[in-house]
């Protein structure tokens, strides 16, 4: 138990955190349009540590004038919290908030039983918004645990567009000065990625080591009671060295030397669940081949070079690659689509875009298209996953190129990333 002293203590000092909030100018993140205080299921945001989880809750909070309570149990004072204590927060949050109908509950997984007492306020008609990035609140048992009482808000690093409005660079403007800025800022954003704090932090190696450090130990061994710590520590640093990459259970498995392949699966899994990679799916028609093949991204491209021993180096194709991926998962997932990759004996293709069992769009990525060879071989990637998909609209992505070109009756638009990147 908690002494309520305490407890006082701390929400009183966390209001005066929250008032600070006010004077700071935030950038307006896509989805918090996605967060509906009118629902009587608790709204979750979800995603990577540090991503602007909270912020991002606090943001659209205050712009929608809602009156609510907050308590951050992400705090070393909460640290032998139990569900016994919950009703004495609740009486100090009423006490310091006075009468309120939303609550804030940031990071509260990690208290036993926390999802009974959100359970009870739900049924009370309480409003919740909730913030959580351990792999114990994103291993999809959030359903189960608030009775299918919540809506998942998944959130990343700043997109490209968020970056721009970051830098007070207009998205919008097509001057050959906006252009030109827009394009340097972009070729920044390929490099550093889009941590928010990364924005003013000077040391990028040891903030990221720390991070990574931080999600393998807590939200991944401790979650997960993992024995093998070591192994599951040089298997993960190893797929962010190599990604994007087709997953091989096997190889893995057979490179860290572990007993089944079902055990490197579950390692993979795990890492995403704590959101530190992506997998994307095979597109086929077939449904045991959309299980069966995963092709591996990093939530960001941070995490690709800037670790402990990292060797991933400057391939601006792979970053290219993986900031489109990502962009496309904000995309598609609040319209309930879905993206793959496609892999033919006769060509690959980066990305394919469903709405249900349509095809919509297939993309594809390169950085630069300037070699007649590299040129050719990306615009029949595209023609062949036309020809598989039945779908024409065809799309090139590269850093600089524009214009529209037509190859054996399909149009491909060639667009340059930092144009298709804020067109959204």
């Given at each position: 138990?908690?002494?309520?002293?305490?407890?006082?203590?701390?929400?009183?000092?966390?209001?005066?955190?929250?008032?600070?909030?006010?004077?700071?100018?935030?950038?307006?993140?896509?989805?918090?349009?996605?967060?509906?205080?009118?629902?009587?299921?608790?709204?979750?945001?979800?995603?990577?540590?540090?991503?602007?989880?909270?912020?991002?809750?606090?943001?659209?909070?205050?712009?929608?004038?809602?009156?609510?309570?907050?308590?951050?149990?992400?705090?070393?004072?909460?640290?032998?919290?139990?569900?016994?204590?919950?009703?004495?927060?609740?009486?100090?949050?009423?006490?310091?908030?006075?009468?309120?109908?939303?609550?804030?509950?940031?990071?509260?997984?990690?208290?036993?039983?926390?999802?009974?007492?959100?359970?009870?306020?739900?049924?009370?008609g309480m409003h919740i918004i909730i913030t959580g990035s351990n792999a114990k609140l994103l291993s999809g048992e959030l359903a189960t645990y608030l009775n299918g009482r919540s809506m998942e808000i998944p959130l990343y690093p700043f997109s490209f567009k968020?970056?721009?409005?970051?830098?007070?660079?207009?998205?919008?403007?097509?001057?050959?000065?906006?252009?030109?800025?827009?394009?340097?800022?972009?070729?920044?954003?390929?490099?550093?990625?889009?941590?928010?704090?990364?924005?003013?932090?000077?040391?990028?190696?040891?903030?990221?080591?720390?991070?990574?450090?931080?999600?393998?130990?807590?939200?991944?061994?401790?979650?997960?009671?993992?024995?093998?710590?070591?192994?599951?520590?040089?298997?993960?640093?190893?797929?962010?060295?190599?990604?994007?990459?087709?997953?091989?259970?096997?190889?893995?498995?057979?490179?860290?030397?572990?007993?089944?392949?079902?055990?490197?699966?579950?390692?993979?899994?795990?890492?995403?669940?704590?959101?530190?990679?992506?997998?994307?799916?095979?597109?086929?028609?077939?449904?045991?081949?959309?299980?069966?093949?995963?092709?591996?991204?990093?939530?960001?491209?941070?995490?690709?070079?800037?670790?402990?021993?990292?060797?991933?180096?400057?391939?601006?194709?792979?970053?290219?690659?993986?900031?489109?991926?990502?962009?496309?998962?904000?995309?598609?997932k609040p319209l309930n689509q879905s993206v793959f990759f496609l892999k033919e004996q006769s060509g690959e293709v980066d990305f394919v875009v469903c709405e249900?069992?349509?095809?919509?769009?297939?993309?594809?990525?390169?950085?630069?298209?300037?070699?007649?060879?590299?040129?050719?071989?990306?615009?029949?990637?595209?023609?062949?996953?036309?020809?598989?998909?039945?779908?024409?609209?065809?799309?090139?992505?590269?850093?600089?190129?524009?214009?529209?070109?037509?190859?054996?009756?399909?149009?491909?638009?060639?667009?340059?990333?930092?144009?298709?990147?804020?067109?959204?």
């Open positions: 138990m908690i002494d309520i002293s305490t407890i006082e203590t701390i929400v009183e000092e966390q209001l005066e955190e929250l008032k600070a909030l006010a004077d700071q100018n935030f950038c307006t993140r896509r989805e918090e349009k996605e967060v509906n205080f009118d629902s009587k299921m608790a709204q979750v945001a979800i995603g990577v540590r540090r991503s602007g989880k909270s912020v991002l809750c606090y943001n659209a909070l205050t712009k929608a004038d809602i009156k609510f309570a907050y308590v951050n149990f992400d705090d070393e004072r909460f640290q032998n919290i139990t569900s016994d204590d919950l009703n004495n927060v609740l009486l100090v949050l009423n006490k310091t908030y006075g009468d309120f109908k939303y609550l804030f509950l940031d990071e509260p997984q990690d208290v036993e039983g926390w999802h009974l007492f959100v359970n009870r306020l739900l049924r009370r968020e970056y721009c409005e970051y830098h007070q660079v207009d998205v919008s403007s097509k001057t050959t000065s906006n252009k030109a800025a827009r394009l340097a800022l972009f070729d920044e954003y390929l490099k550093k990625g889009g941590f928010p704090e990364l924005l003013t932090e000077k040391n990028v190696g040891k903030y990221v080591d720390s991070l990574v450090s931080k999600i393998i130990n807590n939200d991944i061994v401790k979650r997960n009671k993992i024995r093998y710590k070591a192994t599951l520590e040089s298997m993960i640093n190893h797929i962010l060295n190599i990604v994007p990459t087709e997953i091989s259970y096997e190889e893995l498995a057979k490179l860290f030397n572990i007993r089944s392949h079902h055990t490197a699966e579950n390692y993979v899994d795990f890492a995403e669940k704590a959101y530190l990679i992506s997998t994307c799916k095979k597109w086929s028609t077939k449904s045991r081949v959309r299980v069966g093949s995963r092709k591996a991204y990093p939530i960001d491209v941070a995490l690709m070079n800037n670790r402990k021993d990292a060797f991933v180096g400057d391939n601006l194709g792979y970053r290219l690659e993986s900031i489109v991926y990502i962009e496309l998962l904000r995309r598609t249900g069992n349509t095809v919509i769009e297939v993309i594809q990525v390169s950085y630069d298209i300037s070699s007649p060879a590299t040129r050719k071989r990306e615009i029949n990637g595209l023609l062949v996953g036309a020809r598989a998909t039945k779908c024409n609209k065809l799309t090139l992505i590269t850093r600089h190129n524009q214009e529209r070109v037509s190859e054996n009756d399909h149009e491909i638009n060639i667009v340059p990333a930092y144009d298709w990147l804020v067109d959204c």
